[in-house]
T-cell receptor
Framework: AQTVTQSQPEMSVQEAETVTLSCTYDTSESDYYLFWYKQPPSRQMILVIRQEAYKQQNATENRFSVNFQKAAKSFSLKISDSQLGDAAMYFCAYRDSNTGNQFYFGTGTSLTVIP | DSGVTQTPKHLITATGQRVTLRCSPRSGDLSVYWYQQSLDQGLQFLIQYYNGEERAKGNILERFSAQQFPDLHSELNLSSLELGDSALYFC????????????FGQGTRLTVV
């Protein structure tokens, strides 16, 4: 079964600085999708960014960008110009495009933004 | 607003009881997923339905069951409730196979007392 690993249970960043959250995954598939979800204190799950495995270009969404290393099975999230509203739990997720269509989530990284 | 509606938002019930959680997916989405999130825990996948049929099953207890109806809404039934079942239960939907993200509802907070 596919696994998603987030090795940083907690991270902190100064406001306006940049922080990178790590994620690795294990799969034998070549076609899949990767996501970062944000869960603020409201507990709502919010999609931050999505990456298709067949695309070499790293996805970006405003201040959020990813570093997708397919060979290394690594998918890190970079948050630039961190804001207080970025404080949340961040989950990395994997979805296989061929079988089952199930989403696999990591255990999450709790991000604190220091004013 | 993700477009996924879960009811009720909060539920308090006693041990041994049975409850039903309801999920209305986004218009046109065929897949519905149920996840359990206990306090300070990650998301545990329970079950997935696609167009009315069970597609995948995770660590769902035998006391729990789910179904997806012809109008694509889904219900998660939890019976013989225990204190440890207290959690946030999320429903998510996605439109088609393999190419799209999941959109989450706001969750149902279940408290078993």
């Amino acid at each position: 079964a596919q696994t998603v690993t987030q090795s940083q249970p907690e991270m902190s960043v100064q406001e306006a600085e940049t922080v990178t959250l790590s994620c690795t995954y294990d799969t034998s598939e070549s076609d899949y999708y990767l996501f970062w979800y944000k869960q603020p204190p409201s507990r709502q799950m919010i999609l931050v960014i999505r990456q298709e495995a067949y695309k070499q270009q790293n996805a970006t969404e405003n201040r959020f960008s990813v570093n997708f290393q397919k060979a290394a099975k690594s998918f890190s999230l970079k948050i630039s110009d961190s804001q207080l509203g970025d404080a949340a739990m961040y989950f990395c997720a994997y979805r296989d495009s061929n079988t089952g269509n199930q989403f696999y989530f990591g255990t999450g990284t709790s991000l604190t933004v220091i004013p | 607003d993700s477009g996924v509606t879960q009811t009720p938002k909060h539920l308090i019930t006693a041990t041994g009881q049975r409850v039903t959680l309801r999920c209305s997916p986004r218009s046109g989405d065929l897949s519905v997923y149920w996840y359990q999130q206990s306090l300070d825990q990650g998301l545990q996948f329970l079950i997935q339905y696609y167009n009315g049929e069970e597609r995948a099953k995770g660590n769902i207890l035998e006391r729990f069951s789910a179904q997806q109806f012809p109008d694509l809404h889904s219900e998660l039934n939890l019976s013989s409730l225990e204190l440890g079942d207290s959690a946030l239960y999320f429903c998510a939907s996605s439109p088609r196979r393999g190419s799209a993200e999941a959109f989450f509802g706001q969750g149902t907070r279940l408290t078993v007392v």
